[in-house]
């Protein structure tokens, strides 16, 4: 059974987990395959990972559900048996509850020597999960269909999960995680893998999901390529291998058919944000930057940059000014504050038909000022989102696809919904970003981000397909970073020689 790490596979489309669960019938019948062998075929492909992963197994725990998850867990557990490894079940369930192909599976489990233990046992589940003295828990308790909440059982069965020492292998998805959106209730089990089946769900690449799927593998089940054919998504998830490719410059090129990037923000005692901005616009191939920001700190933005160039401008004169007229892209926010001299520089740049890139401050201005373009790329962090859409930041996380649709239903253009998976969106099709690491929470990193995405906007023809770009560099060159030097202190600045040098890769 061929079963492909994420990393090695994409791109790839992502799926809702309905799409699956209203479909894959039909595709497996299609196919000539019935359910049954669908479930012996993903009970063989975890238990094939396992062997490949986990040599020198000699005991094993499978918790299985009463659903269709629980029966791979059943068919894993089987498999196991006959080559030798000892097996214990704990089904979270009574055994009357277990009906179709999962009762096919535990039958066919029930003639090997494996022990298995119900819920209506005297012994209390967690006990036999926490006194398991062996070398790894098969997670098989719920499958994509899970949407509600867990009751305090199934709390106290996770939490012994999470709490053993062995490592963990889940069955499609964790159990507790919603596979649709990416978030969980309360308690989740942790994996060290995760085998999904037939195609990817989108809700294991992002939100609360990059904390307990671990390391995202994909079998097929032979059916996989045909589903892949006749049902369409709208979301997908990007890598290295689809991004766009530069079209080399000619010879001839020059400061002028490259283009200029205009950076508007940094207000009095916040320069850096500003700078870093302009920096990575910079590094990130716009030939020509320059910044307009408070004159208090004018000198404190160019130090040690020359190549920064100051825009004296006023918010009245704005559309008149030859830097605002000469620039293809204006960034405005990092550092831009929300007073009067923000909110003026904010509407006069709204007024006009300049592309923008709209971060930070200017976020908040705009969820203040509501208008809809279909030029501009908004970036909000999960704050920024929820002020935008007028609602909690808890509202955001719960479902993170919905609301980067809102967003662009609301305001237009292109949404840059960032966090673990960040997500990109321009209403049309959500693009679901792998690059970045936890050293990313540090101040200025998105910063950075607006001014990658503004040079690449002048140097790729796409505006969705540029934006992805600098989203999947941003998150790469940062991960280059922590693998040379680790995640904690991990600085926004440090970005800037891998982005260099990641823009100017051939594919």
């Given at each position: 059974?061929?079963i492909v790490k994420?990393?090695q596979?994409l791109?790839q489309?992502?799926y809702q987990?309905i ?8 595709i497996?019948?299609?196919?000539g395959?019935s ?6 075929r993903?009970?063989?492909?975890v238990?094939s990972?396992?062997q490949?992963h986990?040599?020198s ?11 269709n998850?629980?029966g791979?867990g ?7 048996a ?7 079940v704990?089904v979270?369930?009574n ?5 179709g192909?999962?009762?096919t599976?535990l ?5 090997t020597?494996v022990?298995l233990?119900?819920?209506?046992e ?5 006990q036999?999960i926490?006194?398991?003295q062996?070398?790894?828990v098969?997670d098989g308790l719920?499958?994509v269909?899970?949407?509600?909440h ?8 996770i ?7 062995a490592?963990v ?7 507790g995680?919603?596979a649709d ?9 942790s ?12 809700g ?11 390391e ?13 054919k006749n049902?369409?998504?709208?979301a997908?998830?990007?890598g290295y291998?689809n991004?766009?490719v530069?079209i080399?410059?000619?010879k001839?090129s ?12 940094g ?6 944000a500003?700078?870093l901005?302009?920096?990575?616009a ?5 030939s020509?930057?320059a910044?307009a920001c408070?004159?208090?700190i004018?000198?404190l933005?160019?130090a ?10 006023i918010?009245?004169?704005?559309n008149?000014h030859?830097?605002f007229l000469k620039?293809k892209?204006?960034v405005?926010g ?5 007073d009067?001299?923000a909110?003026k520089?904010?509407?006069a740049?709204?007024?006009?038909t300049k ?7 200017a976020?908040?201005?705009l969820?203040?000022?509501p ?10 962090h999960?704050g920024e989102a929820?002020?935008?859409?007028n ?5 955001i996380?719960n479902?993170?696809?919905v609301?980067?649709k809102?967003?662009?239903d609301?305001y237009g ?7 673990a998976?960040?997500?990109i969106?321009d209403?049309k099709s959500t693009?679901i970003?792998?690059?970045g690491?936890?050293?990313?929470a540090?101040?200025?990193m998105?910063?950075?981000l607006s001014?990658?995405i503004?040079?690449?906007?002048i140097?790729l ?17 940062a ?7 680790g995640?904690r202190g ?5 970005l800037?020689?891998e982005?260099?040098r990641?823009?100017?890769?051939e594919k």
């Open positions: 059974m061929k994420l990393s596979s791109p489309p992502a987990p799409q699956v669960q209203q479909n894959e019938a039909k497996a019948g299609d196919c395959i359910l049954i062998t669908l479930m012996e993903a009970g063989a492909a238990f990972h396992i490949s986990y040599s197994l000699k005991s094993l725990l499978v918790i299985s559900g009463k659903g998850n629980g791979d059943f068919v894993v557990a089987k498999l196991a006959m080559a030798g490894i000892k097996v214990t704990v979270i369930a055994e009357a509850e277990i009906k192909d999962a009762l599976a039958q066919l489990l029930n003639r020597s022990t233990h119900y819920l209506h005297a012994k209390p589940i967690s036999l926490t006194r398991f062996g070398d790894l098969v719920f499958g269909g899970f949407r509600g867990l009751s305090s059982m199934h709390k106290e069965v939490g012994s999960i999470n709490g053993h020492d490592p292998v889940s069955i499609d998805i964790p159990s995680l919603n959106t990416g978030h969980c209730d309360s308690l989740v089990v994996a060290q893998q995760t085998i999904t089946f037939i195609v990817y769900k989108r294991l690449l992002t939100a609360q999901a990059v904390n307990c799927v671990g995202l593998y994909l079998a097929g089940l032979g059916i996989g390529e045909d589903f892949l049902i369409h998504t709208s997908f998830i990007q291998k991004l766009p530069f080399p410059r000619k001839n020059h400061k002028g058919s490259i283009g200029l990037v205009l950076a508007i923000g207000n009095k005692d916040m320069p850096g500003i700078r901005s302009a920096e990575a910079l590094r990130s191939g716009a020509l930057v910044v408070h004159q208090d004018q000198t933005v160019c040690g940059r020359p190549e920064i160039m100051l825009a004296q401008i918010a009245q004169q704005l008149e030859s830097t620039a892209v204006v405005i990092p550092g831009l504050g929300q009067n001299w909110q520089l904010f509407l740049v709204l007024s006009s592309r923008c890139v709209v971060d930070a401050d976020l908040s201005l969820s203040q000022n208008i809809k373009r279909d030029d501009w790329v908004l970036t909000p999960p929820a002020n935008l859409l609602c909690s930041i808890d509202d996380e479902d993170r696809f609301a980067v809102a967003i662009t609301k253009g292109i949404c840059v919904l960032k966090g998976g960040t997500l969106s209403g693009w970003n792998t690059s690491n936890a050293g990313m540090s101040g200025g998105g910063d950075v001014g990658i503004a040079a690449l906007l140097q023809v796409e505006p969705l397909a540029a934006v992805r770009f600098a989203v999947y560099i941003h998150g790469l060159a991960d280059i970073v922590a693998k040379n030097q995640q991990l600085l926004a600045s440090d800037f020689p982005i260099q990641l823009v100017n890769l």
